[in-house]
């Protein structure tokens, strides 16, 4: 550990005016014209997920909200929220509640 310490404390400063090594132009270590489009490609895929994963984060948000209130409609006593008669399960006039007259098939068949 110490000898490694001692061989970075006597290394050599890298020279202080960047240059390139013999044989190299500027245009050979610049990233260029194919370098910027895959760059710009990929910055605008992300804001194309982005987008895309905002609005499915908002569409499940909705539907939970829509879903609770539902089922809070449901739970509601004295019959306000589905034409139920005290908790009975049954509508008001004694018939039986069927998914076809009422509109609701359940989650599976939407």
């Not at 605008?44 to 987008?51: E, K, P, S």
């Amino acid at each position: 550990m110490h000898s490694l310490l001692i061989a970075l404390a006597t290394a050599p400063a890298p020279s202080p005016t960047p240059s390139l090594r013999p044989g190299l132009s500027e245009d050979q270590v610049t990233p260029g014209l194919l370098g910027f489009l895959l760059t710009a490609f990929i910055v605008v895929l992300t804001a194309f997920l982005i987008v895309d994963m905002v609005r499915r984060i908002r569409r499940v948000r909705y539907r939970a909200q829509v879903e609770a209130e539902r089922e809070a409609a449901e739970e509601a006593p004295d019959g306000a929220g589905a034409g139920t008669s005290g908790g009975g399960g049954l509508p008001s006039d004694g018939g039986v509640s069927r998914p076809e007259v009422n509109g609701d098939a359940g989650p599976g068949n939407r």
